[in-house]
């Protein structure tokens, strides 16, 4: 049998055993505490907390979303640290107030539709007895069999009834992916879990840029028809990159969206770093709320070079898109 440890969390006063061998993140799972998280594979920083006493250890190294600074100031990341002694944590709780209630429920398969060869729309219906309130930007996971999870994105604007549009790449030996674009049928049950995430769409009066990579589209899709839904004259931005232009799956869509309403201005690439299209066309970043969704690489350029642009740490929220890991 593994070892056990305690970690207590402040300000929470809340304490979990867990042993040498499962995440601290894991363990929080598994005993009820709604932490931060998103990508699970050290990447993103979501899960980031700080160790005020105790010992942890990352098995595959120093994890790639937390800086040298960071470390030095004492954060870790919960996703990737193994406890080797009793730990106090120093870390926020995920809202669970009425609003952000998450629940696990039943969901079905209405249709399932390609945007690209890749990329597939899959529509789910919740309970008509159980509706599931998100905020813009959240995601759900899908639980599958062996306690394994799948994060995906919200890509409809919230209050939009009760059904739930997921865009899913397909990955390579990806058993979930596979079966979904090759087996699963219209009507079968999948059970998911939300909603989840600290990365949402807030509401001011700043200018906003919203930047994707891939079907990091998706969340920034849900804010968008949340921004164009309500009355304020807030200057929309989208850049939306990708490798190729089956990658702008919805290009159609957003621009007819453009054509539809003068606050958003849409730049679609296929070519180059999107994130360097955006230093070019915004020298001053000052004023801007900035919204960015994709691959680990692109989050990181942004969140390294962004700030020396101007752009303001309260207002730069990061959403990092990476391959699952399973607990």
């Known amino acids: 049998m593994p070892l056990t440890h305690t970690v207590r969390f402040i300000p929470h006063q809340r304490s979990i055993s867990v042993a040498e061998d499962v995440s601290v ?84 398969i209405v249709r399932r539709e390609p945007l690209s060869p890749d990329v597939m729309r899959l529509i789910l219906r919740l309970p008509s007895v159980e509706p599931l309130e998100f905020q813009a930007g959240q995601y759900l996971d899908v639980l599958l069999e062996g306690g394994r999870r799948r994060s995906y994105s919200v890509a409809n604007a919230p209050n939009t009834g009760s059904e739930l549009e997921l865009h899913v790449r397909r990955i390579p030996g990806g058993a979930f992916t596979a079966g979904l674009f090759d087996s699963l049928r219209d009507g079968a049950l999948l059970k998911i879990e939300g909603p989840l995430g600290q990365f949402r769409y807030e509401d001011g009066a700043e200018p906003v840029i919203f930047v994707a990579g891939g079907t990091g589209f998706a969340p920034l899709k849900a804010m968008l028809g949340q921004a164009l839904r309500t009355d304020t004259r807030r200057e929309l931005h989208l850049y939306w990159g990708a490798r190729d232009a089956a990658g702008l799956y919805e290009e159609a869509l957003v621009r007819d969206w453009a054509a539809r309403d003068s606050r958003l201005k849409v730049h679609t690439q296929c070519t180059g770093w999107v994130h360097e299209t955006v230093l070019r066309d915004h020298p001053d970043l000052t004023p801007f709320a900035i919204y960015a969704a994709g691959p680990p690489a692109l989050v990181a350029a942004i969140r390294r070079t962004f700030p020396a642009q101007g752009a303001r740490a309260p207002l730069l929220y990061l959403e990092s898109f990476d391959y699952a890991v399973d607990p």
Not at 87 to 102: F, K, N, P
């Open 25 to 108: 993140l894991a363990a929080a799972q598994l005993g009820g505490m709604p932490l931060p998280h998103s990508c699970r594979s050290g990447r993103c920083g979501s899960c980031r907390a700080r160790l005020l006493s105790g010992r942890v250890e990352y098995p595959d190294g120093p994890p790639p979303g937390l800086s040298p600074q960071e470390t030095g100031e004492g954060f870790v990341l919960l996703c990737q640290a193994l406890a080797r002694s009793d730990l106090v944590v120093e870390a926020r709780l995920i809202q669970t107030q009425a609003s952000a209630e998450i629940k696990t429920l039943p969901s079905r």
